[in-house]
Every structure is written in C-alpha cells, then in structure tokens.
C-alpha cells in the first residue's frame, strides 16, 4: 500500500517584512517560523501557498498579492516564472539597489561581525542584454537556463540579459543538433555529446563561441561553422571544448579551434585585453570600469608601491595597477588566462607588471619565503571566497593595505571574520551592481593592517 503524500495547508495572509538572500521576501508564520516567499515584496500582504515546512523555516510562494508594493512592476520576461537565470524582475530597479546594499551591509554585521555601513551602490546604468558572456546547458532538444533549484534546463529562445547574438547562435545550433542527429549531454548516464554553449561578445559587436563537448570532436564540423557563421554575422571564431568528465563543471581540459580565431578582443579602462575561452573576465564592462576605478582608489596609490593582485585572470586589474605603481605582480592557476595577461602586457606596452600561473595560496607562500613584501595586495576570488591558508599567506607578506572584490557578500563577510583575526580590519565598503535583475552583487572591501599593542589593565 503506497504511502499517502501529506496534503499542503491551505494558503496564508502573510505580511512580508523583508528580504533573504536571493531577493524572496521574508515574512513569519502564525506560530513566528520565518518563511521565505518567493514572488513577494518587502512591504506587501500575500496569500501565501506553503511549499516546504523545515524544522526551523518554511517556503512558499505568491498565490496572490493582496496588498501591493508601490515598487512591483509587471515582469517583462515570458520566461521569467520558470526560468532560473532573474529573481528580480517583479521588482523596481531601485528597490533591487537597496536590496543589493542591505544585503551586503546585513552579511557584514551578521556573518562579518563588521559593523561598518554600506552607504552606496553603483547601479547599473544599462539593465538589458548587458552581459559580455552566456553558458547555455543543454539537455534533450533544450537550450537554456537550469529553473531554478534545479538541473531540469528551460528551453529559452531569447534572454534579456544577453546580446542578441546569443539566440541567433542558440537557434543555429539546434538547427545543426536536428539536421544531424547529434545528442546532447545526459549527466545522469554521462552519455551523450553536446553539454554547453558558450558565447562571449565584445563591446565592437564580435562573437566567439564555443562549444564544450563530452569527445574531441562532433559530426560534421565544417557544416557546423557554416550554421553559425550564417547565423551570426559577427562570429570570429569557433572553439571546441573537450570535457569527458562526469561533472558541473562548464569549461574543458582542451581546446581545439574549428574555425576562425580562438579569442576575442575588448577594451577596458583604456587598455586592450585579449580574451580566450577559459579566461575570467568580468560580465558587465561598463559596471567593471566602475569596480576597478574604485578599487583603484581604496588602494591608495602613490606610484611607488608593489602590488600583488590574486586571480588576476587575464590580468585587466593587475594591469590597471601597472599603470600607476612601480611594480605589479599577477597570479592565477588558469595557464590560458596567463598566456592572455602577458599577452595583455605587451600589447598595452607594460613593462613593469609579472604573471605566475599557480594556485594562489602557493604563491602568496612563495612570495612571502622570498621576502616580496608589498604594500597593496588586491583579490578577486570565484564566489566560494578565500581558503584560510591564502589569508595566512596575505598576512606572512604583511601588505599595508587589502583590496577585496568579490561577488558573493557572505563568503567576503567570512573572510573579513578571518582578515581580522590576523590583524587586518575592515575600513571602507561599497558596493556595485555588475548584475542588475538578478541577486547577485559585486563588493569592495578596503581593509587595512592595524599596529596596535593590547594592554592588560
């Protein structure tokens, strides 16, 4: 006899009351359980359908606002209730800033123990297609986005986030897929072939794809390249990517160029990068000349300092730095992003700046052993934020001044936790919006290397 699946409460008038992490609103149940709504808005009255009761929290969705915010607005997205690439389109543009702020100041008290304010966010000057680089899953005859909290991909023709070069090449590969019976990826069996699609644009309009394969190659490669190159008039390159493991993991072990070149070019702050596939480069290039232009500040420069910057990627802040200290140093385990930063380097004619490709806790070890003491160190880590061992290597160099960029407030909240318990404090912290309708964030944090005596008294 099957067991009877546990019928849902009937649905709640709930007032909402704040924000969680991810932008759903925040409210609390008869009994002061906090639940988490998705679809509602700080200030709100919502009929509230329960989806999921945990010992300590509960979630549920909108089933009807009873009582309006003056900040929702009508979503301007078909995909947007299925799709979980947004969160945020429900909301006014302003609402999401202060959202953005609170939640950066909120993970620095809370997680941090900072008590410092976030007084200011850089929003985001253009909210549509302005992302410099999609990753599409694909699955069956899908082509998309993972919905949200899952792994099931929403066939999505056009995304409002990216430029429309992306879903003329999304089409032309599905084309390519049907015309000659090619599959895609299956993560449950590892079977299969086509397991992304990459794009990256540049802000001339150029395009390079690539497309990330369980095998070396795929039938039919010349016709392929025909497909794509008739789709997108502004494709300079196709690039085949090989990852046969059984993993999340997006970006391959090898690359092998089928057509065309295998990188892009753009500009940034005045200065030329170019840009291969694996190479990190931030999303947003108008926000990114405003992180960097900050970062630059905090950083305090005279034109005499060293400065070591960590994950430098394809060397754009390191190179940033170049053009106003006397020595800069990058590091990053990517080989291909470093081959692309000294690349960088020449091309724009700096010849005080070094890359080593490593892991950057080694290397902030090595430099420690060898007495490299600079007076500015830089970061900007993926979003799972720094080992211990790295801040211990940061402290054994004994750097005057921090700057931290990262993209995730809580896990920079629990390094500044950490930086402070070797002596480095936090001073200054702003944040900027590289990623307007979605809950992601990007923060600056200026630290600085206190000298204080502890007296007993």
């Known amino acids: 006899m099957s067991k009877k699946t546990p019928s849902l409460p009937p649905p709640l008038s709930l007032s909402i009351q704040g924000y969680g992490s991810d932008g759903e609103g925040v409210a609390r149940l008869p009994d002061g ?3 988490f709504v998705s679809g509602a808005l700080k200030g709100e009255v919502c009929l509230v359908q329960l989806d999921k009761v945990g010992k300590t929290c509960a979630w549920g969705h909108v089933v009807k606002v009873e009582s309006p915010s003056p900040t929702r607005r009508e979503p301007d997205c078909p995909y947007y209730t299925f799709c979980g690439g947004c969160s945020l389109r429900h909301m006014s543009y302003q609402e999401e800033l202060e959202f953005k702020r609170q ?9 941090g123990g900072c008590k410092l304010p976030v007084s200011v966010i850089y929003g985001s000057e253009n909210t549509q297609r302005y992302r410099n680089k999609a990753q599409f899953p694909i699955s069956g005859s899908a082509i998309g986005f993972y919905a949200a909290r899952t792994h099931t991909v929403t066939d999505v023709e056009d995304c409002l986030l990216q430029p429309e070069a992306c879903a003329r090449l999304r089409e032309a590969l599905k084309t390519y897929m049907e015309d000659f019976h090619v599959p895609a990826y299956d993560e449950r069996t590892g079977k299969g072939l086509l397991r992304h699609l990459y794009v990256r644009v540049d802000r001339a309009g150029e395009s390079l794809c690539c ?14 390249a025909q497909f794509l ?7 300079v390159g196709l690039v085949l990517g090989v990852n046969e ?6 970006l391959g072990d090898s690359y092998r160029t089928l057509w065309g070149q295998d990188y892009l070019m753009d500009s940034l702050r005045g200065l030329s990068f170019k840009l291969s596939v694996p190479s990190f480069y931030q ?3 108008p926000q990114a000349e405003i992180l960097y232009g900050l970062a630059l500040d905090f950083a305090g420069l005279t034109g005499e300092e060293t400065a070591v910057d960590l994950y430098c990627g394809a060397g754009t802040i390191t190179l940033c730095l170049a053009q106003r200290v006397k020595r800069a140093i990058g590091v990053e385990i990517v080989p291909e992003a470093i081959r692309d930063a000294k690349e960088n380097a020449h091309r724009n004619g700096l010849t005080n700046v070094e890359f080593f490709c490593g892991d950057a806790a080694q290397a902030a070890a090595r430099f420690a052993s060898e007495g490299v003491r600079p007076q500015v160190i830089t970061l900007d880590p993926p979003r799972k934020g720094l080992a211990p061992e790295v801040i211990g290597s940061i402290a054994a160099m004994a750097p005057e001044r921090v700057v931290y960029i990262s993209c995730d407030p809580a896990t920079l909240a629990r390094d500044a936790k950490r930086f402070a318990e070797v002596g480095y404090f936090p001073e200054k912290a ?3 919006d590289l990623f307007p309708r979605t809950s992601h964030v990007e923060t600056i944090l200026f630290l600085t290397k206190q000298h204080f005596l502890l007296t007993l008294e």
Request: glycine share 4%; hydrophobic share 45%.
């Open 103 to 111: 939640k950066v100041q909120d993970c620095l008290a809370r997680i």
């Open 33 to 35: 359980m906090t639940c």
């Open 245 to 250: 493991k059984k993993t999340n993991v997006i």
């Open 283 to 285: 999303v947003n290039a």
């Open 211 to 224: 497309l990330l394969v369980n095998g070396k190659s795929l039938p039919h490669e010349v016709e392929l």
């Open 430 to 432: 702003v944040a900027v």
């Open 229 to 235: 190159r008739a789709a997108e008039p502004g494709l």
